[in-house]
């Protein structure tokens, strides 16, 4: 079979993007949130497919196994931004969804958000991801994923993400951008991939406390144990074995899922580099990450 062209990465209003992110604009801006969706906002590969398939298990887990066996979750959890007929497109997918709440899934920068979600005050789950293992998640996703632009060798691809020349921008500026805006819009909660690994079950209590639900105790077991990344790598509605533009046998998008394999990537000398350049690019003291546990 012939290799697919890839996308080529283009600036647009300051950040990297590819086509597909950017086709259906002025619908994605112009998009009708509604008060009771939930906005699930990660920079790619943050982990944004663990805590799209937690909220959806615990709003939905319990009406039976319908929709968990049946449709592979970026159905029900819709991609905004997307638009790559003949998939459906991520707007329409996500007029269209029958449940309450509607759970949205968004890679976009705090500053390309639709308006209506602000206006609405709609709730906000943003997942973040230590940086380094971020870059070799994505760096990987990349090499598997026909979809996205040519990823490069390892130590290309580092110092285009150091340089932010990445899909949906710079690392640097989408954690602390969104960071920044959870200082000033309350109904917002911000967490870290890294703690959902350390403690998963924790990280279920903070999320339910957030979006006010109360399940039972062996609810929230049944939710832990759904979600483990043996059982996600392994459920076909999860895994992304529905997306043909993924070859699976390159790197699995199920990959790892640990913190810390960024150490198996990085050379002494990338490592220094890499931390050299961060200190002048996360000057905020609150915002930090761990890069093992
Ligand atoms: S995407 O394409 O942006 O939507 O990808 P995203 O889901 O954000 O990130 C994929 C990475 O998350 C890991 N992952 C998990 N880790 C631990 N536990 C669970 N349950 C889990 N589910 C997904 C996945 O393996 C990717 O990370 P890497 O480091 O590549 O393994």
Not at 128 to 137: E, F, P, Q
């Amino acid at each position: 079979m012939e290799a697919r062209p890839r996308p080529e990465l283009f600036d647009f209003h300051g950040v990297g993007m590819i086509k597909k992110f950017t086709e259906n604009w002025d619908n994605i801006q112009n998009f009708k949130a509604r008060a009771d969706d939930i906005l699930i906002a990660t920079y790619t590969k943050a982990g944004t497919t663990w805590v799209s398939y937690i909220l959806d298990l615990l709003y939905f887990g319990h009406m039976g196994p319908d929709g968990q066996t049946s449709i592979p979750l970026h159905d029900r959890v819709p991609f905004l931004e997307i638009c790559k007929p003949p998939l459906p497109i991520g707007t329409d997918l996500a007029d269209k969804l029958p449940t309450t709440p509607r759970l949205i899934k968004t890679h976009l920068p705090v500053q390309f958000v639709p308006k209506s979600f602000w206006e609405q005050r709609c709730r906000v789950v943003y997942m973040a991801r230590n940086a380094k293992d971020n870059a070799v998640s994505y760096f990987h996703f990349q090499r598997m994923n026909s979809g996205m632009p040519e990823p490069g060798d390892w130590s290309t691809f580092l110092l285009n993400f150091m340089e932010g020349k990445m899909v949906f921008g710079s690392w640097y500026d989408h954690v602390n951008g969104w960071w920044e805006k959870k200082q000033i819009y309350s109904n917002f909660h911000y967490m870290f991939y890294e703690d959902l690994i350390e403690d998963c079950r924790r990280e279920i209590d903070r999320l339910c406390s957030f979006l006010g639900l109360s399940p039972s105790a062996e609810e929230k077991e049944r939710v832990k144990a759904s979600a483990t990344f043996d059982n996600m790598k392994q459920n076909k509605m999860t895994n992304y074995s529905t997306i043909d533009t993924m070859n699976q046998t390159i790197s699995p998008f199920m990959r790892k899922g640990k913190v810390g394999d960024w150490k198996n990537h990085f050379t002494v000398a990338q490592n220094e580099q890499f931390d050299e350049d961060y200190k002048q690019k996360m000057k905020n003291p609150d915002l930090k990450f761990r890069y093992e546990i």
